[in-house]
């Protein structure tokens, strides 16, 4: 399954050619892995609560077509791969039918103080739903 999260693009984050700033483009990515995290009841301060950091270890975006003033996009995301302390995430940017951008994001599962640390088998199940090999 594929989580899907809308956006509008507002005229602030769009750059002196009138297309949506490249770093928005990232910032919508990240809004549509909360949102994820939110749907599956593991929000960013549940998260933190059960001691579990997710650590952005790389991240690929790959710009097909530029956005502009006022678009309704559509993010979706899906986990690609589960390890049992990191993972990555693929996510897509549309405009209705058209493909904008393209991220892949890796995750390293930390504690406070940084160290890697086994992904919390409840994380890893509620997931499942998102996963890019489940059929």
């Known amino acids: 399954m594929i989580h899907r999260h809308a ?3 507002r005229f602030y984050e769009l750059d002196p050619y009138n297309h949506l700033n490249h770093s928005a483009y990232i910032q919508y990515f990240e809004v ?3 949102e ?3 749907s599956i009841g593991f929000g ?3 998260l933190q609560d059960v001691g579990c950091y997710l650590v952005v ?5 790959r710009f097909l077509k530029s956005a502009g ?3 309704e996009l559509v993010v979706e995301t899906e986990l690609g791969e589960m390890r049992r302390a990191s993972s990555t995430w693929n996510q897509r940017m549309m405009r209705g039918d058209d493909l904008l951008a393209t991220q892949t994001v ?3 599962a930390t504690n406070a103080e940084g160290k890697p640390i086994r992904l919390p088998q ?3 199940a509620a997931f499942a739903a998102f996963s890019a090999t489940e059929e």
């Open 7 to 9: 956006i509008k693009v």
């Open 32 to 34: 549509g892995r909360i």
């Open 36 to 38: 994820l995290l939110d």
């Open 44 to 46: 960013l301060s549940r």
């Open 57 to 61: 270890t790389e991240i690929h975006t």
């Open 69 to 71: 003033p006022h678009d």
């Open 106 to 108: 890796s995750f390293a």
């Open 122 to 124: 409840n994380l890893v």
